[in-house]
């Protein structure tokens, strides 16, 4: 039995008293035609379950007399088998997933209600999915028949997220080594992309370059669409056409990371094509990578989430006034918000199972969340100088995004991108440096 998972549905279980919460599996989805999607769990149902075939339903009733975790799955089927892969199967679930009890999902229908009846709360994702919502409201409805003269249903259905994203919005260290495997593959794809960038080639040869490395390290998939911005690209904030062609003195933008195990990494990093930063370029990278020092500095426990994008803010708006891209006092252009019109987004967002991972930033008292050991941010400040903007020409078409993960720590943060090579001069030396094929 997997420990792990069993702790996790345990931990759950403790905040689910008086109720039976259900949490389907994620369904196939049709790509074109008779072709799927590539398959990717449901977060919250993997960290319960490890389990990662589609379909199933998990049900935790803490109050059960002798079933606390069920467990509705497809049943072994060898014909399906042979076209489609290996299932589980219903008689090896209990011994492989530590389930109290496993059904063939096509009991559900059937066993569901029984477990509904002579509970007080459902935990329950209203509205996530259409299929779960008709499954769930047709035994809700065949529960009160069956408790009409006798026992009750949930007078409530409460969302069971509140409870699950707090236990996943703090790593325990299976999870931070997982992080810290994927940054190192992540960092090799990085400089993978470096050493084979020069003027030229175009943007999908290096993510091609990039992507490689990740397989190569044994990631199931990019943690998310792969940003390759060269020249003005770089001042899209999600640009992903990736067919452009990197122009000598341009710069290149990559915001690109793997997904190992169900656990993302989420970096960028900018480097010019031809292996030499311009002094435009420079400057602008030098405003970048201080800020991203200062918002990572403020990662710390106790610390509000928030505090580091606001240092990143004065060091940025601070090094577009010495650059003459804005004029008047740091204060009042932070109070004016006018370096939004150079960066217009958050220094940092939460990571983990998701790229923009679970958890609140503000609490119910809208009070901003203070940093716990355990929560895994982003830290990616950015400058983007767009060809519209009425400013000095020599910084228009320049984007720069430097990204980094950050846990925090008890006595403060561990950078686990630290890794992927940033410095100005790390970069100069590796760009272009591996030879044509």
Not at 112 to 121: A, S
Not at 364 to 370: A, G, H, I, Q, W
Not at 404 to 431: F, H, Q, R, W, Y
């Amino acid at each position: 039995m997997n420990t792990l998972y069993e702790k996790r549905r345990e931990d759950a279980m403790e905040s689910f008293a008086g109720g039976v919460a259900v949490i389907p599996a994620a369904t196939e989805i049709i790509r074109n035609n008779d072709t799927e999607y590539p398959f990717r769990q449901n977060s919250d149902f993997f960290y319960l379950t490890g389990f990662d075939e589609p379909d199933a339903f998990l049900l935790l009733a803490p109050g059960h007399p002798d079933h606390r975790t069920i467990l509705f799955l497809r049943e072994s089927d060898r014909a399906m088998e042979i076209w489609n892969g290996r299932r589980l199967g219903v008689e090896a679930a209990v011994d492989s997933l530590g389930v109290d009890i496993a059904y063939p999902l096509d009991a559900l229908d059937e066993m569901l209600p029984n477990y509904l009846t002579n509970v007080e709360t459902l935990y329950f994702a209203l509205g996530a999915s259409d299929r779960a919502d008709g499954i769930v409201r047709a035994a809700l409805n065949r529960a009160r028949s069956m408790t009409h003269r006798k026992g009750f249903i949930p007078d409530a259905i409460v969302d069971p997220a509140s409870v699950l994203h707090a236990l996943r919005q703090i790593k325990d260290s299976t999870e931070i080594e997982t992080l810290r495997r994927a940054a190192e593959i992540t960092r090799r794809g990085h400089v993978a992309a470096m050493r084979a960038t020069r003027p030229g080639l175009y943007e999908y040869e290096i993510q091609a370059a990039l992507e490689y490395e990740f397989r190569r390290g044994g990631a199931q998939a990019v943690a998310y669409q792969s940003i390759v911005a060269a020249g003005d690209n770089a001042t899209i904030l999600h640009y992903r056409e990736n067919r452009g062609r990197l122009q000598d003195g341009d710069l290149l933008l990559i915001d690109a990371a793997c997904e190992l195990d169900y656990y993302s990494t989420d970096v960028t990093r900018t480097w010019p094509v031809n292996g030499r930063f311009s002094a435009e370029q420079r400057a602008i990278y030098e405003i970048v990578l201080r800020s991203q020092q200062a918002a990572i500095d403020a990662v710390r426990p106790g610390a509000p989430q928030r505090d580091s994008h606001h240092a990143a803010v004065r060091v940025i708006t601070e090094g577009l006034i010495d650059l003459g891209l804005l004029s008047g006092s740091v204060d009042s252009n932070i109070e004016r918000e006018t370096y939004r019109d150079f960066y217009m987004h958050g220094t940092g967002h939460w990571l983990g199972m998701d790229v923009h991972d679970v958890g609140p930033y503000r609490d119910t008292s809208d009070v901003p969340v203070l940093l716990e050991p355990g929560m895994v941010t982003t830290i990616e400040p950015g400058i983007y100088v767009h060809r519209d903007l009425s400013c000095d020409e020599r910084f228009k078409g320049i984007g720069v995004r430097i990204e980094d993960d950050l846990l925090v720590t008890p006595d403060g943060n561990e950078n686990l991108t630290a890794a992927v090579p940033k410095s100005m001069n790390d970069i100069e030396e590796i760009v272009g440096s591996c030879a044509l094929v």
